[in-house]
């Protein structure tokens, strides 16, 4: 099984699309014979051609509203947005127009297309090339919110997204582009949208408290259970993969064999995904908790330059957050 | 081809009447056909906003003024070809086949609405007719138009698209987005400006200080055109001329159809506080319907008998289609839950139950009951 790493992956699914099915088509800014500035895109315009995979203009809002009409008439779109923190001149597209075309119209017409954009710091990118703003997409109705955390996911998850009905906001991890690196199949691979899995222990153990998250907020939480299992504290790790349809399921499941959650994620803390996570918890597990749920965020500030790695919820800031709820007393 | 602007051909639509007096007899039928459909809108456009003052519609855009402009260029499409309005083309639909019982349910907003009472009235959308629901945001469907032509032209389809913007949506990002992505793919789509010269209350000459609008289409290499929108055989000719030439390859085509909103910008609106009468005057002298009328009574193929038996005829029309309309009971609670993702997650379903057993409980009062 071929080794990739989750811009390989990405890349791996978008030609296995295009080969399949001639409706799909890339555009976005520098997609083409550059092959996206991150590579994610390298190589389709010499297999598809330039009226498949489009160098566009300039304009994110362009890029999206035109998705969105080709979407309308038979085409399934994978538009780039090349930094997620580039999507904001094409909200009104996405939240007025392509989450809403189905119901407005009453079910007459309806756009698949799946927008892939990097998001996420901890690549000295500023905060114009670091923002994580996925919850202003799942407090959309009529979207699909996704962010994979290792390329096997990352494959996965993009094909599904793919080949579903739904418009679907496909955030990439940036940081781990080339950092996460697995072993991810040639072809096929299944990955329904709206299912987390376990990232930490491979295998079903008892564990004092569960840490939800996702994207590259999860090696990091993975990172902190593996220290904190040296100290006597064994702890269950939940990637969401899909933010929206939430796999409620498996994080109430979590949460009450544990009596305790950890929610970490990259965005600021404030009306974050993470407080959604925290109320459905606290809403349908109450009296499993042995301590209040906690948040381990990204701070209530814009996203830095010179000082990511105190802003961001790294390793040593989830295992505090850890020890604190395991050590809760009412 | 270079782009370019070309400005008004004739002054006064009258005046082509008197030098042109002998159309084709084709195009006196087509122009027949299109102007039925004008009186038809004209007292649509009436009884609306009637319905709308005693309170049985909830709002209204009416197409009062622009009547040749918006039915003179959508005569031009072929039946598959697609629309993508602003606030003022409904009409369209109607002239393009639509049941105008249905279209009447849209503004009634119930259950004989294929878009289940979601939108206010003057948002409609009908697949069979190939014509989508605009955007109250002013512009956005414009760059959808492009995508839509696009794909049309990749998937190897005749197909044209047709879209709509006023003169304030010029001002708006999607313009500037829709027109740059249009040349730049060669995309075989249509852009009908109807310059009414009201953005609201903001007149073009402070919307923009571009002379005309027909420039700004040029400036992004688009041929671009100015017609005047209220002489219907100018529309006819300046819009089948621009079509074809979109169906044929060349790319995207810009028009502007100068016109004027001889109506209130929206039932909630008051033009008396902004406009002066006298303009609305002015204009009122240029009724595209008077002027059409005029040009087909000196063809010799219509003359008052036949505008009042039309008239008659078309307002029974529609007291009969709006009795049936407005008979429609509201959509049903379960609607709002449906159209929203191809499978639906538990959260919908969840609210869709919690919503049920509290109606159940506690039944919404109708208002004024």
């Known amino acids: 099984m071929p080794t990739m790493n989750l811009i390989q992956a990405v890349n791996d699914a978008l030609r296995l699309r295009m080969r399949e099915d001639p409706r799909v088509v890339v555009l976005g800014e520098d997609v083409g014979k550059f092959g996206g500035v991150f590579r994610a895109t390298a190589g389709l315009v010499e297999e598809f051609g330039e009226e498949r995979v489009i160098d566009t203009p300039l304009a994110e809002g362009g890029i999206v509203g035109a998705a969105i009409g080709m979407a309308m008439n038979g085409l399934r779109p994978v538009p780039e947005i090349q930094f997620s923190d580039f999507i904001y001149p094409a909200f009104d597209q996405i939240v007025n127009e392509l989450a809403k075309l189905r119901y407005r119209s009453g079910g007459q017409y309806s756009a698949p297309l799946v927008i892939r954009t990097p998001s996420g710091g901890g690549i000295k990118g500023g905060h114009y090339h670091s923002q994580s703003p996925e919850a202003y997409f799942v407090h959309t109705p009529g979207l699909k919110v996704v962010m994979p955390s290792n390329p096997l996911d990352a494959k996965g998850l993009l094909l599904s997204a793919m080949r579903g009905e739904d418009p679907v906001i496909f955030f990439e991890p940036k940081r781990l582009y080339r950092a996460a690196r697995g072993e991810v199949p040639e072809g096929e691979v299944e990955i329904p949208l709206g299912v987390a899995a376990r990232a930490w222990p491979e295998a079903e153990a008892p564990a004092l408290a569960t840490v939800i998250s996702w994207g590259a907020m999860v090696p990091e939480a993975v990172e902190a259970a593996q220290a904190l299992a040296g100290e006597g504290v064994a702890v269950e790790v939940i990637d969401l993969r899909t933010l929206w349809p939430l796999d409620l399921d498996t994080v109430l499941a979590s949460v009450k064999r544990t009596g305790r959650a950890v929610v970490v994620h990259e965005a600021p803390r404030s009306c974050g995904f993470g407080a959604e996570v925290v109320a459905l918890v606290q809403e349908r597990a109450f009296s499993w908790l042995a301590a209040p749920v906690q948040r381990v965020t990204g701070l209530d500030t814009p996203f830095p330059y010179t000082l990511e790695l105190e802003y961001l919820p790294l390793a040593p800031r989830i295992a505090r957050a850890v020890r604190a709820v395991v050590a809760y007393q009412p | ?369």
């Open chain 2, 1 to 369: 081809m270079a782009a370019r602007t070309e400005s008004l051909g004739r002054a006064h639509p009258a005046a082509r009447a008197k030098r042109e007096p002998s159309a084709p007899a084709a195009d006196l039928e087509r122009e027949l056909r299109v102007y039925r459909h004008m009186v038809l809108l004209r007292l649509l456009d009436e009884r609306m906003l009637t319905l709308q003052r005693q309170g049985r519609v909830g709002f209204y855009g009416s197409c009062y003024g622009q009547e040749a402009a918006t039915l003179g260029s959508a005569a031009v499409l072929d039946a598959g070809d697609w629309i993508f309005p602003a606030l003022r083309e409904g009409g369209a639909m109607l002239l393009r086949g639509y049941p105008l019982v249905s279209y009447l349910c849209q503004i009634f907003g119930n259950s004989g609405d294929p878009t289940k009472g979601r939108q206010m009235p003057s948002h409609q959308a009908a697949a069979s007719v190939h014509q989508v629901s605009w955007s109250s945001v002013i512009g956005t469907q414009l760059p959808q138009a492009v995508g839509a032509a696009h794909a049309a032209r990749l998937r190897g389809e005749p197909t044209v698209v047709m879209a709509y913007l006023g003169d304030g949506a010029t001002s708006s990002a999607d313009f500037h987005h829709a027109l740059t992505f249009a040349a730049r793919l060669k995309a075989p789509v249509v852009f009908c400006c109807q310059n009414n010269q009201w953005s609201i209350s903001l007149p073009v000459s402070r919307q923009t200080a571009a002379p005309e609008l027909a420039l700004k289409g040029a400036a992004y290499g688009v041929p671009s055109k100015r017609v005047d929108g209220n002489d219907l055989a100018a529309v006819l000719e300046a819009a089948g001329e621009a079509v074809a030439a979109a169906r044929a390859g060349e790319g995207p085509r810009f028009l502007e159809l100068l016109t004027y909103r001889l109506g209130a910008h929206s039932s909630s609106d008051d033009p008396t506080r902004y406009r002066d009468q006298k303009e609305v005057d002015r204009w009122l002298a240029r009724d595209p319907l008077q002027l059409e009328r005029l040009r087909l009574v000196e063809a010799g193929v219509w003359d008052e008998e036949r505008e009042g038996a039309l008239r008659g005829e078309q307002a029974e029309v529609i007291a009969r289609a709006v009795a049936e309309a407005e008979a429609f009971p509201p959509p049903s609670p379960e609607t709002l839950f449906e159209d929203l993702y191809a499978d639906p997650p538990w959260i919908v379903s969840e609210q869709r139950e919690a919503l049920r057993a509290e109606l159940a409980e506690a039944p919404r009062k109708k208002p004024g009951a």
